[in-house]
């Protein structure tokens, strides 16, 4: 029975993620997940899937629901398991928030691991859940990092103190890369940059408003997780494209930078948004019925579709960026290379293809072809 | 006349200096990270590779284009269509999935009995030998039935123990197999 191939995966798997639980990724709540941990007999999406390969197959065992044979075996472990179900074993032991590697690595995901996989097997197990100590301890037998209680009440702060850091980081990346990278790759991450921090303080305020309502920190706080994430992205691929120049000049690389970042960009700006609807339907009632809170709604709606226009306008503006005015990067590369001649006369030479581009650049918007070839400037 | 001078001139001078392999193996064994290692020297978390990787290496002073292939069981098919076109196979296990060691020594049987595969010389990794419960080299030769293979007096077929993210063995491996590449060529070439 074990090795005999399971013939209808897709049925099982399109009744499977009809519950709105096992149709989210059990790590970062994105939708359509198209992976499972089949030890945990949960659905995972195909960025976390990194996460759980490194923990090891032992742990962690993933498949594809589309590009993997499923057995009977593996369909039964999907069966008795499911992402509601581990959500709320894990939320008794108060580990549903921790990161991967330790949420994986505890006693009570080892323990549930195990009575899952006897589960489908129909066979006898008789140890009882691990009390809420036991659970928390990692299986090597150290404990769970705790967060300080501090931390828990300044949330805001944390918030805050976060996304400056990721400002300065990306300042750093773009300063680091700017010699190796050219006019395009290096135009995108300015504007990107400069759009980046006007939501962030968009974002700031609107935080302080919302910040009564716990179901809108909820979405804050997962809202703050899908900005960090944009700005590592935006930072590795920075990197990334830093290297490839070192080695071989090929200048695609720079434009897909763009294209990253900017995916990066519209999928916080969704994310918010939904996640500002799904708090908003949550709490509808509660505000209705309190003139104070009904009133503090209206201000975060006003706020939510300010940051919308922004970012569609974000989009907008990136596409057809006027190049008159001096921007911040090149203020940046003409203090830094105040003083070494070599990087003075690159630093011409640069300007030089810099104009040239311009030029180029304002060619093809008067063509009529102008539009697609942005657009397919922004997919690459 | 001229064309005579010519291939003895190509075989004296301008000798074939590129070759290609393909990276094999199931899904999650360690093929991505192994290529990421001996071509950037650092540990990535990797994604399921959908498709096929390529990059280009050297060992030996030798340039090696690697295609690193997805491991997921759809997508073992495409595997044989790449036999042809390749001077060397690389398999890579996960030392530490005992579960599947058999799934595995099923992959390389089809290897050893695919006729195309069967004239270049393979390499298969015991990766992840930094896990606790790791299998080591000559028992996985055992359990994979390939010391038959292995034992013969110019064998096409290595079991190299390695680690990707401690890296050992990964050098010692591409180098044998460059080493057998460049030895059968020869044959060959006399032949």
Redesign the interface.
Known sequence: MDKKIYDKTDQFFGSYTSSESNNRCFDCKSAAPQ?ASITHGILIC??C???H??L???IS????I????WTEKHIAMMKVGGNQQFKEFLEKYNLETEKPKIKYMTKAANFYRRKLASMATNTVFSEDDPDYDDGRLMTDGSSVPTRSPQDAANTQDQIEEELKDIDVQMMDNQNNGSEQQTKEGHQSSSTANQYFSAFKSKAGSLFDKMASSNVIQKASTSAKEMYQKAGTVAKETGTKVK?KFDESGVTNVASQTAGKIATGGKFVGGYIVDKAKVAKNAVGEKIDNNPKLSSASQAAKEKVGVIGNAISGMFGKFKSQKRDQPLPYEEIQQQNNIGSDSTQNSSVNNSNNKEQEFEMYDDKDNQPNAKEDDQNKIRI | MGNWFTNVWDRLFNEKREFKLVIIGL??AGKTTILNKMR?DEYI????T?GVNTEDIQVKNINIKVFDL?G????RNVWKYYYSSIEGIIFVL?S??T??IMEAKDEIQNLLTNDEAKQVPILIFAN?QD?P?AIRGPEMTDMLGLVEYVNKKTPTVKVQESSAVQDRGLLEGFEWIVDRIVQLAQQRSQQ
């Open positions: 992976w195909f960025v899937t990194s996460e390969r490194q090891g197959t032992t065992q993933v498949r594809s589309n590009l993997d044979i290297t | 899904d999650a950037f978390n990797s994604a399921p959908i997805a997921q069981e759809k997508m996960d530490g999935d579960q599947r992840k896990l419960n």
